[in-house]
Structure formats: structure tokens, C-alpha cells
């Protein structure tokens, strides 16, 4: 997705959804998926690691048909305001949050 990025900017991980990023001074995670650039700390980052993992452990909870299509829809904090994502969508999103968060893990130990 990024074939050039900042020299302070290090890569987490990136798929066929999206790419999660952090910037090597401020230490801030963006989150870009499509048009949506989510940026937050580690703290929030971790936070929303674990929503994903329980919506994950919890699938069947947060189905929704909407025209047909079954979507797991992931609430957020704005009012009428929720992110949706088909099957394939949404085991991409587990994939890029796991890979990434190993990946933060990693630079701690060598930090």
C-alpha cells in the first residue's frame, strides 16, 4: 500500500485492508484503513486491540444483515456512528491488528 514512507515512520504491518504505522519520534499508531485514519497512542491502541479480540471471541453478537450482506459491525465512541466490515474484511482487520501489536511488542524488547 505505502511504498515510500517517512524516515520517521516505521511499519507495523500492512494487507490488502489497510496499514498501521507509528511514528518514530512522538511515538503515535495510525491506523489508515481505506479513508478512515485513526491515530492514537499505545494505550488506545491496545484498547481497541481488545474490542476487536472480543467482538472476535464473541462473533456471533456482533452480526448484523444489512442488504443481504452479513457485516461485523464495530461500535465507535460517535454517536450513530459504527464501522462495518464483511467476513474477509474483518479477518484482515484481526490480521493487520495482531501483526502489528507483535510488532510493537518487538521494538520494546530491542528499545
Do not use: A, W
Not at 489508515?32 to 453478537?61: A, G, H, P, R, T
Amino acid at each position: 500500500m505505502f511504498d515510500y514512507h517517512s524516515e520517521n515512520e516505521k511499519i507495523l504491518h500492512e494487507n490488502k485492508l489497510g496499514t498501521i504505522v507509528q511514528c518514530i519520534s512522538c511515538e503515535k499508531i495510525s491506523i489508515i484503513i481505506n479513508n478512515l485514519n485513526y491515530v492514537c497512542n499505545e494505550q488506545e491502541y491496545n484498547e481497541l486491540f481488545k474490542i476487536v479480540e472480543n467482538i472476535d471471541q464473541n462473533l456471533e453478537d456482533y452480526i448484523y444483515d444489512i442488504m443481504g450482506i452479513n457485516y461485523v459491525i464495530l461500535s465507535t465512541p460517535l454517536d450513530k456512528v459504527n464501522l462495518i466490515f464483511n467476513f474477509n474484511e474483518f479477518e484482515d482487520l484481526l490480521e493487520l491488528l495482531n501483526q502489528s501489536k507483535y510488532m510493537l511488542d518487538v521494538h520494546k524488547l530491542f528499545h
